[in-house]
């Protein structure tokens, strides 16, 4: 068994900026019940023909090897979590050939908003394994484009972005993915969900079924309640596994859905506020992207610092949840 370390990370959001004010000019709310209720000031859109997730999920794997001055060459998976893909047969490919990692394998995984999560322990399965050494992995997602814009419980929630980070093989005794813990409950599905919707036609002898994805449709106090009370059961199942107490966590980095989930995930723990790292008040709930997005400006902002332990979890449709312990190591 090799281990494994995120070595860099990179980010990106579209530059056109609604705050709650213009929301509010779109559907009855306002200003204070946003913030109030969630903590979002302003979300990130992507505008402009022919623009995709594919191009936010390039530009922060460009900032994440950057950073590190790797050619993509080096690349050998591409990951991209994504749930808003271009095409159906998947997007990965599209980022593999933008960015030219031509050695790179890439496939999309669909986990929602857990979905770096999951990107972060398949990529390090990969390497523990000995199969790769250099693993891009992507969250992207521009929910913008699934939203329904008369929907007032939805639409005020939601921004596009990406973040990416690379995860490299290094020796067992520096392995930086600690330990993760996964979860699913599949009966809850339709909590929240972009359903696919049919209806029948004849062509000549044939009966066909074919459809269309419909908007996003979320119960958000269901959501909320089992956010609440499966993150914290999750992490502490994680770290107890790790043998690592709360004392032992230096920053607690949640999947930025609502602010008030983040304090309750976090006094449920006796974490102290301090330790929540936040930016969901700048782009809301950023899907796949809200985790590294957040991370890559802790990063930048000189907020976590080598050796820190991050709690990470994600939650969301599926419904799925899980945690991921990590030491941070650039
Ligand atoms: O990324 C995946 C994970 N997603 C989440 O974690 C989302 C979890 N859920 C939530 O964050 C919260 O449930 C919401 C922010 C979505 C909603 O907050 P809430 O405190 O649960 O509000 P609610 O749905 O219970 O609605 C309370 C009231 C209702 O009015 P009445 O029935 O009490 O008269 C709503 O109609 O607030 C009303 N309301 C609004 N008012 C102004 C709902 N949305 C809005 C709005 N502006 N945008």
Not at 195 to 215: A, I
Not at 266 to 287: C, E, H, P, Q, V
Request: charged share 20%; glycine share 6%; with cysteine.
């Amino acid at each position: 068994m090799q281990g494994a370390q995120i070595i860099s990370i990179g980010s990106a959001v579209p530059d056109l900026c609604i705050n709650n004010k213009e929301i509010s000019q779109i559907v009855e709310t306002s200003d204070e019940w946003i913030v109030n209720r969630t903590g979002i000031k302003e979300r990130r859109m992507l505008t402009g023909t022919n623009k995709s997730v594919v191009d936010l999920a390039y530009s922060a794997a460009m900032k994440a090897l950057d950073k590190i001055h790797m050619d993509p060459l080096e690349l050998d998976l591409i990951v991209l979590a994504t749930s808003s893909p271009n095409d159906l047969f998947g997007s990965a490919s599209q980022v593999q050939a933008k960015i030219g990692a031509a050695r790179a394998v890439a496939f999309d995984l669909t986990a929602a908003c857990s979905g770096f999560v999951l990107a972060i322990v398949t990529a390090t399965q990969f390497i523990q394994n000995g199969s790769y050494k250099n693993i891009l992995i992507i969250g992207a997602d521009v929910l913008s484009k699934w939203i329904d814009w008369s929907d007032r419980k939805t639409c005020i929630l939601f921004g596009d972005g990406a973040g990416a980070a690379i995860i490299q093989a290094c020796y067992e005794e520096d392995n930086a993915i600690l330990g993760f813990q996964l979860n699913t409950d599949g009966k809850k599905y339709n909590e929240l969900s972009i359903t696919y919707k049919e209806n029948s036609y004849s062509l000549n002898t044939l009966k066909l079924f074919q459809g269309q994805f419909q908007y996003i449709s979320m119960n958000g106090k269901e959501v909320y309640k089992f956010a609440v009370s499966k993150v914290p059961a999750s992490i502490t199942k994680c770290l107890n596994a790790l043998h690592l107490s709360i004392e032992d966590v230096n920053w607690l980095l949640l999947h930025q859905a609502n602010k008030r989930i983040l304090q309750a995930v976090a006094n449920r723990l006796s974490i102290d506020n301090y330790k929540i790292i936040s930016n969901l008040s700048k782009y809301g709930n950023t899907s796949a992207a809200s985790i590294p997005l957040a991370l890559d400006e802790a990063w930048q902002n000189n907020q976590i610092t080598k050796e820190d332990i991050i709690v990470v979890s994600g939650f969301g449709a599926g419904l799925t949840w899980g945690t991921v312990v990590i030491k941070w190591k650039c």
